[in-house]
């Protein structure tokens, strides 16, 4: 099992989710961030108004999805989170070694 | 040393936190979630109302641990946070390769 | 790739910043958490308030890094997080497996 993390533009949350479900992919934690990148000094569109860039509005997406699933999960969130502009968020990949589905005790690629 | 990641309902967090106590584990990192499980379209109940499941408010819990110490907390975890009923929640185990206590510089096992 | 995780104390995250950046060190991303170590039952200042510490405020930093970049940025934190005060915070460090810059599709250290 491999953990997707994504940072990503808050407006793109819904663009993003709705790519995943297509994927069968449902199970996804979603955290409020603050994030800069590597334009610091540059500006940023947030809400129509531009931002010299300090800490900028993120969201922070997880989902442990199974091995053979993570291409393409990886390619719908890049899809559907790029505008092709600066601040566009980063994923990173990892390894899970073990998942627990509270409700039912069932673990590893069952639980997730 | 592992992290154990759980992602929990909030009304539950007072329970797993005295589970992880009486363990001996107070070192323990807690951040508000939006989540979504598999119940897509079911219905779950959040403050006596039901709810449409889209985002349901979730906390994660974060903490590092021995390895020793990972089945005891997975299971206290998981005995705390069960109701029975849908969206009871998930833990993720993965490996974390070095501690740093901030006060003391002390690394490693010694640090967590 | 290691991905490095700060728990400190809200009021240092300008300082930690500050440290990361002279490293050259960017991209970052800065989460809301509430926490409590192994002082349980001591007390930590808050704004200038003694608390018996139940959970207090802090704040979580993750960042990816090059692996060979990776003991100057703990080294950096440490010192810019520390107060010499119980609190202080912990800092962990895990493997990333792969990066994804969203906006250009770079993969791998040239994602980061
Ligand atoms: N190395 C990193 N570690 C942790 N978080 C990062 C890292 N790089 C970027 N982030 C997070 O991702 C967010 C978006 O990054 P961003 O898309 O601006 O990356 P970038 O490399 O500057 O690319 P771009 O040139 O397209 O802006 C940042 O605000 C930050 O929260
Ligand atoms: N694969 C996953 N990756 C990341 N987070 C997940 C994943 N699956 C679930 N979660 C998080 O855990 C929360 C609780 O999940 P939930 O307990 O509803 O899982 P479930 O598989 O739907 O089980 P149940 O049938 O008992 O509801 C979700 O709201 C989401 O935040
Ligand atoms: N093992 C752990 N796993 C996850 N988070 C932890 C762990 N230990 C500490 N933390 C987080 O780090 C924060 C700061 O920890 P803290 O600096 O109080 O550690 P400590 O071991 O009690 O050291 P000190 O004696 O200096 O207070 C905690 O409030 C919690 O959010
Ligand atoms: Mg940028
Ligand atoms: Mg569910
Ligand atoms: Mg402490």
Redesign the interface.
């Known amino acids: 099992m491999?953990?997707i993390e994504?940072?990503?533009k808050p407006f793109k949350l819904d663009d993003v989710k709705e790519a995943l479900?297509e994927l069968g992919l449902?199970?996804?934690?979603?955290?409020?961030?603050?994030?800069?990148?590597?334009q610091?000094g540059h500006t940023e569109l947030y809400r129509g108004a531009e931002y010299v860039v300090d800490?900028l509005p993120?969201v922070?997406i997880e989902l442990?999805v199974e091995d053979n699933l993570v291409e393409r999960a990886?390619e719908a969130?890049?899809q559907a989170?790029?505008?092709?502009?600066?601040?566009?968020?980063?994923?990173?990949?990892?390894?899970?070694?073990?998942?627990?589905?509270?409700?039912t005790?069932e673990r590893g690629v069952e639980?997730?």
């Open positions: 491999k953990k994504a940072i990503i479900h449902q199970g996804i934690t979603v955290l409020e961030a603050k994030g800069f990148g590597r610091k800490f993120k922070k442990v990886v969130i890049q989170a790029r505008t092709g502009r600066i601040g566009d968020g980063k994923i990173f990949i990892s390894t899970i070694e073990d998942a627990i589905r509270v409700r005790g639980a997730i």
